[in-house]
């Protein structure tokens, strides 16, 4: 069992930089794969970015590449989402997910969720 706690989110100017933290319990977090994921409302669940439990592959939405870096400390049990050059099309309630093996970028290959937090950026 993994539990995950979203921190980090708030409202930003447009062009400003936000660092989103998910904090993970379990002595296992080294072993699992995490992902950020968000949702804007009105629509569906979307894919971020994602971190081996190694750090050594990472996957990044082309939304967000060049932007936002994905990074983990596993001594810590946490991962990380910088977000810089925020536009207001990233508003969103982002989520960080976890799971066992290989990193995936489909919401459906995780198996443990956090309880978002939310992003607002305005012009």
């Known amino acids: 069992q993994v539990q995950l706690v979203e921190s980090g989110g708030g409202l930003v100017q447009a062009g400003g930089s936000l660092r989103l933290s998910c904090a993970a319990s379990g002595r296992t977090f080294s072993m699992y794969g995490m992902g950020w994921f968000r949702q804007a409302p009105g629509k569906e669940r979307e894919f971020v970015a994602a971190?081996?439990?190694?750090?050594?592959?990472?996957y990044y939405a082309n939304s967000v590449k060049g932007r936002f870096t994905i990074s983990r400390d596993n001594a810590k049990n946490t991962v990380y989402l910088q977000m810089n050059s925020l536009k207001s099309e990233d508003t969103a309630v982002y989520y960080c997910?976890?799971?066992?093996?290989?990193?995936?970028?489909?919401?459906?290959?995780?198996?443990?969720w956090g309880q978002g937090t939310q992003v607002t950026v305005f012009s």
């Open positions: 971190i081996m439990w190694s750090g050594g592959t990472i």
């Open positions: 997910a976890a799971k066992l093996g290989r990193i995936g970028t489909r919401s459906e290959d995780y198996d443990y």
